[in-house]
């Protein structure tokens, strides 16, 4: 067990084997690779994510096709092989969820991560030509 000295969640044991891994890194953050999906307290559709490299920084992340139905996105064949995945393995779609000072939620939906769930790797690609914004508000119910 390894221990990440974070400045959001206090002092976090994880496997090193067990970290979501992102070869290219995050949009922005290229140099941070792996990360620790932190357990939910409260149930609900918002987990973090806590960087290995750099305690300060943490994400939030969500499943936006539970927001946006008509939101549907795969990775094309370039990104299953830096995945690692084969013709049938599941891939997951990801966005990162910002919460401004104002509460007014958004999703990066024109930059999602895709997840491959059967060896912990991760992807974050820019969308092309596509109607989806990097601050789309949460849907009001």
């Avoid at 496997?15 to 357990?39: N, Q, S, W, Y």
């Amino acid at each position: 067990m390894n221990i990440i000295s974070g400045t959001r969640f206090g002092d976090i044991e994880y496997e090193p084997d067990k970290t979501l891994h992102f070869p290219e890194g995050l949009i922005g953050f290229g140099h941070l690779r792996e990360f620790v999906v932190m357990p939910q307290n409260k149930p609900g559709p918002l987990f973090w994510i806590q960087s290995v490299e750099d305690p300060a920084l943490a994400f939030v992340l969500t499943d936006p096709g539970g927001f946006f139905l008509d939101y549907a996105v795969a990775p094309d064949a370039s990104e299953r092989r830096k995945l690692g995945l084969e013709q049938d393995d599941e891939c997951l779609v990801l966005a990162v969820v910002t919460v401004p000072p104002d509460r007014r939620i958004t999703l990066n939906l024109a930059a999602p991560i895709f997840f491959a769930p059967k060896n912990n790797r991760a992807l974050q690609v820019i969308l092309e030509k596509t109607s989806w914004q990097t601050r789309t508000p949460l849907p009001q119910v």
